[in-house]
């Protein structure tokens, strides 16, 4: 935790708080950190009342939630998986390129994902599978079927070579779309 704050300073109480619920996994401990970090301004970091999220799962929901457009931008890319392309994203997201772009740079500067490349050509990855998972899963099951529909579709028309090469890969997307018929053309 203390490598996390640097140049902030945590009560030792805090640091003791936050050991303690994490149970000394470092990924949990790293984003409690940075959520209480986030959440709380210098001068009420002394407070014992300090709202801290009960679990990893909550906390990087928390730190998602303050991001508004990179959870946007991160529902889409967790639709795609845990190393999504800039290409693809901008061609299901549906957002201006600027708001991508805010975006992404907020999802990267936040350190939930990683980027390799210069944009268009980029690839992102997420720092962790739980990233993923949690802004998957902030996603309504309705909104997820749609994406994955549309994600699917995006892939077989733009991206031919992905049918041809991974055919899997469509097929998760339809069958989570709840097509199928169409993924089980693809798993075939």
Do not use: C
């Amino acid at each position: 935790a203390s490598q996390v704050v640097v140049g902030q300073v945590l009560p030792a109480e805090m640091l003791e708080r936050i050991v303690t619920q994490t149970d000394g996994v470092p990924l949990f401990i790293e984003e409690l950190t940075k959520a209480v970090l986030e959440g709380a301004s210098v001068a009420n970091l002394a407070a014992s009342a300090l709202p801290m999220p009960s679990t990893l799962q909550a906390s990087l929901t928390a730190r998602l939630d303050r991001l508004p457009v990179a959870k946007q931008v991160a529902q889409i890319g967790a639709m795609i998986g845990r190393e999504f392309s800039h290409k693809l994203l901008a061609a299901v997201a549906g957002v201006s390129e600027a708001a991508l772009a805010q975006g992404l740079d907020e999802l990267v500067d936040a350190g939930l994902a990683f980027r390799r490349g210069t944009p268009p050509e980029a690839t992102y990855t997420f720092k962790h599978a739980l990233v993923q998972d949690a802004a998957y899963v902030s996603l309504l099951r309705g909104t997820r079927r749609k994406l994955h529909a549309q994600i699917a579709q995006v892939l077989e028309e733009r991206w031919s070579d992905v049918a041809e090469t991974q055919p899997e890969v469509l097929a998760h997307h339809f069958a989570q779309a709840g097509l199928t018929e169409r993924a089980a053309d693809y798993w075939q």
